[in-house]
């Protein structure tokens, strides 16, 4: 285990000996983690349609059961719950209780021009309280989901304005659009396509529309697809691929990999300084110290 260095640049960003720990397992494939600052992780057993709660006092709990097969999670500004939901294909806002359980959620996103979305897969909120979401059809798929027809013929990402609204399609031409992530001042979105294997980077206007789409890695995942991302506070972007963790800068180089003994499925950062790295993968919830921390996200800002 430890990094597995293109260039030194990496061990700027996590030492060459890291240790990555295994925090829980017995799940069947691990997704969605999000760190609630009162000191916990919320993360999901998409598949086992079961929502769990990491910390290091309490251990592992359940807090949802069912799920509705859960995937992608965050905080909004006022720590509500986002949740992408596969079973329902919805996009939920939640109320939490101090122990991570829901104590109210609502409906935020289900159609787009009068067609059920396909399966809101990751989330991530802008300061400014947009939400934007990828919406892949894994949760039409046996196992991941609730399988059944697709209405929309086409997958994209969305943006619910702040305070709400009908989805805004904001970018299309995806094979299976997975992981999204902000740049540090959020003047760009990353997306990357597990089903064609790469991620562009779009730059974000002023009205929350995004524009001059380019290709930033499209030749680093041939043998494993990528999935969750994430922006560090630096501006580099850690992706879940072949072999761990992977890390490209702003330019799309590929710096280097973490090593993580299960294939991994997505990451956050967490801990009381927020350089902690989550990593959900298959079986198991893994961890390891960074010299960086990650991106701010909306409750910090």
């Known amino acids: 285990m430890g990094v597995v260095a293109n260039t030194p640049k990496v061990y700027d960003l996590v030492a060459s000996s890291v240790e990555v720990e295994q925090i829980a397992t017995g799940c069947i494939f691990t997704e969605g983690p999000i760190w609630h600052p009162d000191g916990y992780l919320l993360f999901s057993d998409m598949p086992g349609d079961v929502r769990r709660k990491w910390s290091e006092d309490g251990g592992t709990v359940e807090v949802m059961n069912p799920s509705n097969k859960c995937n992608g999670m965050t905080l909004d500004a006022d720590l509500n719950l986002i949740v992408c939901e596969h079973w329902t294909s919805q996009l939920v806002r939640a109320k939490l209780n101090p122990d991570g359980t829901e104590a109210s959620r609502e409906t ?93 980077a779009y730059d974000v206007q002023a009205d929350g529309t995004l524009a001059n789409a380019r290709m930033l890695v499209d030749d680093a995942f041939e043998t494993a697809l990528c999935d969750g991302m994430k922006c560090d506070e630096l501006g580099n972007i850690w992706v879940t691929g072949p072999g761990g963790i992977l890390v490209f800068d702003a330019d799309g180089e590929h710096l280097g990999t973490v090593d993580v003994p299960e294939p991994t499925g997505n990451l956050n950062w967490g801990g009381p300084n927020w350089d902690i790295l989550y990593v959900p993968s298959s079986t198991s919830v893994y961890r390891f110290q960074c010299k960086v921390s990650g991106n701010r996200l909306a409750y910090m800002r």
Request: hydrophobic fraction near 30%; include cysteine.
């Open 108 to 200: 935020i996103a289900s159609h787009y021009e009068g067609k059920e979305l396909n399966s809101p897969n990751d989330v991530v909120v802008k300061s400014d309280g947009a939400i934007y979401f990828s919406d892949p059809t894994y949760g039409r798929m046996e196992g991941f989901g609730n399988p059944r027809e697709q209405e929309l013929d086409f997958q994209g990402v969305y943006r619910i304005p702040a305070g709400g609204g009908e989805c805004q399609l904001v970018a299309d031409g995806f094979d299976q659009p997975n992981g999204l992530c902000f740049s540090p001042d959020e003047s760009i979105l990353y997306i990357n396509d597990s089903g064609a294997l790469n991620i562009r």
